[in-house]
């Protein structure tokens, strides 16, 4: 079966600081992740993929992800972060074999970023 | 710059009321998919069709809910009777076979 865990409801990080956001996944074939990010009154953007490849993904805004295999991760990262990058992130698993498409999506991320 | 839209961007209605939420995917994207998010159950997948045909609306309680694509430019999400526990936002997304999934700006229904 496939599945998402964020394993954090609420990160916290100071403007300037770089930031982390967890995501392990489960999936019964070969992964296909997402993470997608939810600014207020808003729908989900779509940030950054990873289907094969570099394991380092480079996405919108500056944010990158980095996919292990081993450790079934994909940790969204920035560098630097900005007050602008408080939003609820999200990560999503397909899988690459499943022929319906569907995404399971993690229960979210809210990332704060202090001035 | 195309996009997946919906209307009504609000709704307010009282229990017992058909509401009707509906959304234009993005031209040429053949699946579309209907969310619920809520602050107690975050986002859940309600529904989704692939060429018009339904693949799954496991996630939809089926006794007040009905999900249609009456063409490849329309998806509408119905519920009848409504209750307030329905109060939530309401995201279509779309997508090509192997893409992202692109979100609309959601309806936010109440019910009350």
């Known amino acids: 079966a496939q599945s998402v865990a964020q394993p954090e409801d609420q990160v916290n990080v100071a403007e300037g600081n770089p930031l982390t956001v967890k995501c392990t996944y489960s999936?019964?074939?070969?992964?296909?992740l997402f993470w997608y990010v939810q600014y207020p009154n808003r729908g989900l953007q779509f940030l950054l993929k990873y289907i094969t490849g570099d394991n380092l993904v480079k996405g919108s805004y500056g944010f990158e992800a980095e996919f292990n295999k081993s450790q079934t991760s994909f940790h969204l990262k920035k560098p630097s972060a900005l007050v602008s990058d408080s939003a609820l992130y999200f990560c999503a698993v397909r899988d690459l074999n499943d022929n319906f498409n569907k995404f399971y999506f993690g229960s979210g991320t809210k990332l704060n970023v202090k001035p | 710059d195309a996009r997946v839209t919906q209307t009504p961007r609000h709704k307010v209605t009282e229990m017992g009321q058909e509401v009707t939420m509906r959304c234009q995917p993005i031209l040429g994207h053949n699946t579309v998919f209907w969310y619920r998010q809520t602050m107690m159950q975050g986002l859940e997948l309600l529904a989704y069709?692939?060429?018009?045909?339904?693949?799954?609306d496991s996630g939809m309680p089926k006794d007040r809910f009905s999900a249609e694509m009456p063409d490849a430019t329309l998806a509408t999400l119905k519920i009848q009777p409504s209750e307030p526990r329905d109060s939530a936002v309401y995201f279509c997304?779309?997508?090509?076979?192997?893409?992202?999934?692109?979100f609309g700006p959601g309806t936010r229904l109440t019910v009350t």
């Open positions: 069709f692939r060429n018009r045909a339904p693949l799954d």
């Open positions: 997304a779309s997508q090509t076979p192997g893409s992202e999934q692109y």
């Open positions: 999936v019964s074939g070969n992964p296909y």
